[in-house]
């Protein structure tokens, strides 16, 4: 993959320059996105993004690629109901094939209990613009053929919620779309260049080191995923966040189809079908802190096992492929963007499992705060200060994979 992105891809691989108005660390989805809106959206150009190895190397290339809305408190929906519209408009703004399809995601529940929350949350969904209906036992079956709705006799299908919006896109052509958009515009996009230090005057970030030399910078972008504590502590800056791996597989190809985005919230899994036909699994991300990209078989076992319960059919597969990406868990489960209290060292972090959901929606309001210096009112809610004014959003319910 490192070969293809660096020599196959058309886009121009630049060499640092000593200075530039905004450094942008990460080469992911976050920082690329971010780096083309602040060309396109507010004309400002002399912007860097450094990544350690090749773009979208990280949780970008490691997600599970599915595109929802439908959370349990306003500020989250709101949020991610415009990055879900903005990925329906994507191919048409950058002239990239994203394979972004329609699908809808079915929130399966398996207890009264869970009926009662699923509605409560329909309702909310519904009232902030995320079109999410209830549907019952008989609605699931027609409209996935191939669930069990015994759930394998021990976990019953009592009903539960549909997003029809939910979607999915290819992430390493997300990010290649905006690298292509930010460098035609001027961008520079420094690839294996590793960031190993920020650079100070007096209480102010200026800067990154890197093992290529010194970049000075108006604006320091932390977009980086996984050792996020890490970069904002050369910065002073405590983040309330713990590192997680999330461990997912794809099986060989499925030749009868699989139309939507199955989710159970007792379950704590998931299952959807790639475009080349593969069955693509994920579940909840492991509760042991770990920066480890390795795989388990652990999880390959136990997430099989949770899939069979909905999706007996998936027995006659094999698993082709298995990853982990990382997880950066906030205190309350929710985003953190804009301001850190450290002058000229911003952070879109955070993000969990919903990153690549993320991508458009948090690099348009990031380049818009630094353009701006104002943080727009769809992320102000998001802040970092919000843990010191007890304003928590807490959200853990959402992430299906807890």
Request: with cysteine; glycine share 12%; net charge neutral.
């Amino acid at each position: 993959m490192s070969e293809y992105v660096d020599t196959l891809l058309p886009l121009r691989w630049d060499e640092p320059r000593g200075s530039y108005d905004v450094v942008i660390v990460g080469g992911g989805g976050h920082g690329l996105s971010t780096a083309y809106y602040l060309a396109s959206r507010h004309g400002i150009t002399n912007v860097a993004v450094v990544e350690a190895d090749y773009i979208a190397s990280g949780n970008t290339g490691r997600n599970t690629t599915i595109i929802r809305a439908n959370y349990g408190i306003p500020e989250a929906v709101r949020f991610y109901q415009h990055s879900l519209e903005m990925y329906q408009t994507l191919e048409d703004e950058t002239g990239a094939a994203i394979l972004h399809q329609t699908k809808g995601i079915f929130w399966l529940v398996h207890t009264e209990m869970g009926l009662r929350t699923e509605r409560a949350r329909c309702l909310l969904n519904t009232a902030c613009g995320a079109r999410t209906v209830m549907v019952d036992p008989t609605e699931v079956k027609e409209l996935i053929p191939q669930i069990d709705l015994t759930g394998g006799g021990r976990y019953p299908i009592l009903g539960g919620s549909h997003h029809l919006e939910a979607a999915t896109a290819r992430h390493d052509r997300v990010a290649w779309a905006y690298a292509s958009g930010a460098a035609q515009r001027g961008v520079h996009v420094i690839q294996h260049t590793t960031v190993t230090g920020l650079l100070r005057d007096g209480d102010r970030v200026s800067g990154v080191q890197t093992s290529q030399g010194q970049i000075r910078a108006g604006v320091v972008l932390s977009a980086v995923g996984g050792r996020v504590t890490a970069m904002a502590a050369h910065a002073g800056v405590r983040l309330p966040i713990r590192t997680h791996p999330l461990h997912a597989f794809v099986t060989n190809n499925y030749a009868p189809g699989f139309g939507p985005i199955v989710a159970s919230t007792e379950l704590n899994c998931y299952a959807s079908q790639t475009e080349r036909g593969q069955m693509l699994i994920g579940a909840e991300f492991d509760s042991q802190p770990s920066y480890s990209r390795q795989s388990s078989f652990s999880a390959l076992r136990s997430y099989s096992y949770r899939m069979l319960h909905l999706l007996p059919f998936l027995r006659n597969l094999r698993i082709l492929r298995s990853w982990a990406g990382l997880c950066d868990i906030s205190a309350d489960y929710s985003p953190i963007m804009g301001f850190t209290g450290v002058d000229g060292f911003l952070v879109p972090t955070g993000w969990g499992t919903w990153g690549f959901k993320a991508i458009p929606a948090g690099g348009e309001a990031m380049a818009e705060l630094i353009a701006t210096g104002r943080p727009p009112a769809l992320i102000a809610p998001f802040a970092l200060d919000r843990f010191r004014s007890d304003h928590v959003l807490a959200d853990q319910g959402s992430a299906g994979t807890r």
